[in-house]
């Protein structure tokens, strides 16, 4: 199985985050509670629960500088008028952008590898932040706490071989945790949206 994978060029880790404090605890304290996180947050300042996290890997044959170039061509730069609407109430732009805009688009873009010059060796290493701002608004009107993980976070990195790897969590892993049917099934679209841009680009 983990050859077909790795012929596929895409590779899944699970990965469990521990807790800082006792699941059980935490468990015990929403009990108490009837379940609500805020009802807890009067009896106790903090709640930490664990998260299980599906880490994916997608190798790519081409170069990195081909990965990169493809991506940002498939891939637009998020609309600068687009959230100065969003935050007016524009519901017809919002409507617009969901019937015509792109499904995802780069938020912004950070070249993290040049932090590297003060070990003496820079690496091509790129930080990107993708998303649709509409996307998110129908998770976090459900639960703010959903906009800790929108936009969603892509690190391309370059291999010993010098070619283009992808890393980044699943989306659905995370937006998961919230226990929310109406969170969780945008988290597993991106999942598919994020999937197809990250492999077009990577060539698989």
């Known amino acids: 199985m983990r050859n077909l994978i790795t012929s596929l060029g895409l590779c899944v880790v699970a990965v469990a985050v521990p807790s800082l404090v006792s ?3 935490a468990t015990v304290a929403a009990a108490k509670t009837g379940g609500n996180e805020e009802s807890t947050v009067k009896s106790s300042p903090r709640v930490i629960k664990p998260l299980f996290v599906k880490h994916v890997t997608i190798f790519s044959k081409r170069s990195f500088s081909e990965v990169q170039e493809s991506l940002e061509k498939s891939v637009p730069q998020l609309d600068p008028t687009l959230i100065p609407a969003l935050y007016n109430g524009d519901m017809e732009r ?3 952008h969901e019937e015509k805009g792109p499904k995802l ?3 912004s873009h950070r070249n993290h590898g040049a932090l590297l010059a003060i070990t003496g060796r820079k690496r091509n290493t ?4 993708i998303g649709n701002p509409v996307t998110a608004s129908k998770m976090t009107r459900h639960n703010l706490g959903a906009a800790l993980y929108a936009p969603l976070r892509v690190i391309l990195r370059e291999d010993e071989e010098g070619r283009g790897v992808f890393e980044y969590d699943l989306p659905s892993s995370f937006f998961g945790q919230f226990g929310d049917e109406r969170i969780t099934t945008i988290g597993l679209q991106l999942d598919a949206d994020l999937n197809a841009v990250l ?4 060539g698989i």
């Open 23 to 25: 699941a059980q605890q």
């Open 199 to 202: 492999s077009n680009a990577a």
């Open 94 to 96: 919002a409507r617009e």
């Open 105 to 107: 688009a780069i938020f």
């Open 126 to 129: 790129i930080h990107y932040e």
